[in-house]
């Protein structure tokens, strides 16, 4: 099969990347970062989606930057919601599967839903996003619904990986040059990790799933628990003091949502889409860090 991967360089793209390289032989992957194939640029999109064929298109292209989204609307809109729409009616027209990738900050994340949803946010819970760039990955997520094409969107949180910046690579850089980390302990989630979130869209793809799923790790903590187990990591060697924090030590321009676990048992449903203890995901991710 013939496999499109959009935002290739990313840190998501990057690796499915690896993915292919290592257990997939059998299919052909084209991977473009976003300097080889821009996504808001619909006829160069249209153009190479037609010429390739593609049985799927995975798009991993996205504008991130949720503070950045507050300022640069046109952009993140081109981007997240305008460009996916597109996607979605190519896919309707050509018959190739898109898989598209959404996130936790769709959700309205109230407090006080921490204790109403323990198990967080299942798929069809109302979406009433609290910043700019989940408004425009909700609207890109009802634009691919709107098509009449094969689609999977998985939502994902604070995803964590090996490639590109994130949070665990943020804490490790930080805690071997400062004494004290001040991390806020009152949102409340949990990560997905690269790996996991690749092997769940690989089972699913396999599966011939279709629809919306939420791919992220059991358990409930906040960035500081996040913060605290990477330093307590036997085999991580920084000396660092990781003290909590209330959001407003570190205020945003784009508001974050308190609350923002996504409910797993839909995909947990699925034969072979096992979902992981977040300590574990953390385990395996700072391990392949220090190799
Ligand atoms: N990171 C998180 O915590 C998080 C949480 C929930 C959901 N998600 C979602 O998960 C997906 C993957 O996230 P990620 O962390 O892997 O993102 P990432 O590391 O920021 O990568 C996004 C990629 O998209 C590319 N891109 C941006 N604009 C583009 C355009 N116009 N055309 C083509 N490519 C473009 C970027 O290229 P350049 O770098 O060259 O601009 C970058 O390589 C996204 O849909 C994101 O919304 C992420």
């Known amino acids: 099969m013939k496999i499109m991967l959009l935002g290739a360089g990313g840190q998501l793209g990057r690796e499915w990347q690896i993915f292919f390289k290592k257990r997939e032989h059998n299919h052909i992957l084209l991977p473009y ?28 292209a996205a504008y991130t930057d949720v503070d950045g989204a507050e300022e640069q609307r046109d952009l993140a809109r081109k981007v997240n ?43 069809d819970h109302p979406a009433d996003p609290v910043n700019y760039y989940g408004q425009t990955k909700w609207e890109g997520e009802q634009a691919i619904r709107k098509t009449t094409g094969h689609h999977l969107i998985l939502r994902i949180s604070w995803l964590c990986g090996a490639f590109g910046s994130n949070f665990v690579k943020t804490m490790l850089r930080l805690g071997c040059q400062r004494e004290v ?8 989630g949990s990560p997905s990790f690269t790996a996991e979130v690749v092997r769940h869209t690989w089972t699913l793809l396999k599966a011939e799933e279709t629809g919306t799923f939420h791919s992220t790790s059991r358990g409930l903590i906040t960035w500081y628990d996040l913060a605290e187990a990477i330093f307590v990591e036997k085999d991580i060697d920084i000396d660092v003091t990781v003290k909590a924090v209330p959001s407003e030590a570190f205020p945003t321009v784009a508001e974050r949502p308190r609350f923002s676990k996504l409910n797993t048992q839909k995909i947990e449903s699925v034969p072979g889409c096992t979902v992981e203890e977040w300590e574990v995901g953390l385990a395996r991710l700072l391990y392949q860090l220090r190799k």
């Open 33 to 60: 970062t976003s300097a080889q194939l821009d996504i808001t640029h619909a006829s160069e999109l249209t153009d190479e989606v037609r010429q390739q064929q593609p049985g799927v298109v995975i798009n991993c």
């Open 81 to 123: 919601t305008d460009a996916v729409g597109q996607l979605g009616k190519l896919s309707a027209e050509m018959g190739f599967i898109l898989v598209h990738y959404s996130t936790d900050y769709v959700f309205p994340g109230e407090e006080e839903d921490r204790e109403q949803f323990p198990d967080g946010y299942a798929e």
């Open 181 to 188: 980390l001040q991390v806020v302990d009152d949102q409340w």
